[in-house]
């Protein structure tokens, strides 16, 4: 496994709210992450069919861009009763004939799809988040590290916090959704540490072990 020796790391990601999230779980370490919007860098077409595949060719495009290691996120929503669906393309739901991004359409879309499949009971409604991160050098060394959260979809959306389908997916064992839960409560951050709650923060946890070392949180 190889470490991360420098402070400066690249985010590899133009999506605002992982770019967020991720800065605030490097914050504890006193790495300095600059995004790849505000290097200017180009997004890569995300052309993989899985979440590592994906993970890979964004954390390489800015390594091999600003030969600084570089750290992306490929995440996704895996529904059970949509046979995984939309996973590797959970952002194409979202998008319209236009080219914008609109959550609220693409939550409206996987609510549809559950009706259709006569998902009506929560235990007819799971669902698991997935992140996996890839940490990538310039010489196109790559280490993954993967999160998942499991949990129920509900409906209405409720909430305004976090990004994405934040406002619809309640992890296991909470009584809020995502978006009903501050920065901390989502990350899972406790007085006295613990288990992460998010995926994010679940496989951010690993590359931290890994790559890190001990400081931090
Ligand atoms: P991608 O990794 O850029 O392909 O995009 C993954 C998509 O999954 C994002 O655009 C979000 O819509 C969704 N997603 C990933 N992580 C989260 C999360 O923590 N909360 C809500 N939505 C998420």
Known sequence: MRKLTGKDLVVASHNQGKVREIGELIAPYGLTARSAADLGLAEPEETGVTFEE???????????????????????????????????????????????????????????????????????????????????????????????????????????????????????????TFGEMSAEEKHGWKPGGGEPLSHRARAFAKFATACLGEAGR
Request: with cysteine.
């Open 54 to 176: 994906n993970a890979y060719i964004k954390a390489y495009a800015a390594a091999s861009a600003t030969s600084l290691p570089s750290l992306a996120d490929d995440s996704g929503l895996c529904v059970t009763a949509l046979d995984s669906a939309p996973g590797v393309y959970t952002a194409d739901w979202a998008e319209r004939a236009d080219g914008t991004r609109d959550f609220a359409y693409a939550m409206q879309k996987v609510e549809d799809k559950l009706l259709e499949r006569g998902a009506f009971e929560p235990d007819q409604r799971g669902a698991m988040f997935v992140a996996t991160l890839c940490l990538c050098w310039p010489d196109g060394h790559a280490e993954y590290f993967r999160g998942e959260v499991h949990g129920e979809l509900i409906w209405p959306p409720m909430g305004t916090q976090g990004f994405g389908y934040d406002p619809v997916f309640k992890p296991e064992g909470e009584s809020r």
